[in-house]
């Protein structure tokens, strides 16, 4: 059993700042690429950023400059430290995980996070 949980959301005032925290657990083997992607409501998720495991890092265009995302392999997680957030960014976050439970898995697996509301307003 698997299970990633995202914390770390909430209400922020337009200029401010969150940091998002996503721990991987349960029986794993190996944890490939990791990322988070945003849903608000009416709109299709959309990747925010991702990071593979020697720490490459890719960004939405939106996102450049002002999100930052990381990983603790000791720890299964990946974080998003979000500054000079706006109301645009309101959301509900998302993480994933590529990862296998065992070598003999044939191929990676997708798991998913069940999400955390960013809220950003005045």
């Known amino acids: 059993q698997v299970q990633l949980v995202e914390s770390g959301g909430g209400l922020v005032q337009p200029g401010g700042t969150l940091r998002l925290s996503c721990a991987a657990s349960?029986?794993?083997?190996?944890?490939?690429?990791m990322g988070w992607y945003r849903q608000a409501p009416g709109n299709q998720r959309e990747l925010v950023a991702t990071?593979?495991?020697?720490?490459?890092?890719y960004y939405a265009d939106s996102m450049k400059g002002r999100f930052t995302i990381s990983r603790d392999n000791a720890k299964n997680t990946v974080y998003l430290q979000m500054n000079s957030l706006k109301p645009e960014d309101t959301a509900v976050y998302y993480c994933n995980a590529f990862l296998k439970t065992r070598l003999s898995d044939y191929g990676l697996r997708l798991y998913w996070g069940q999400g955390t509301q960013v809220t950003v307003s005045s």
């Open positions: 349960g029986s794993i083997f190996s944890i490939n690429d």
């Open positions: 990071i593979t495991n020697g720490g490459s890092t």
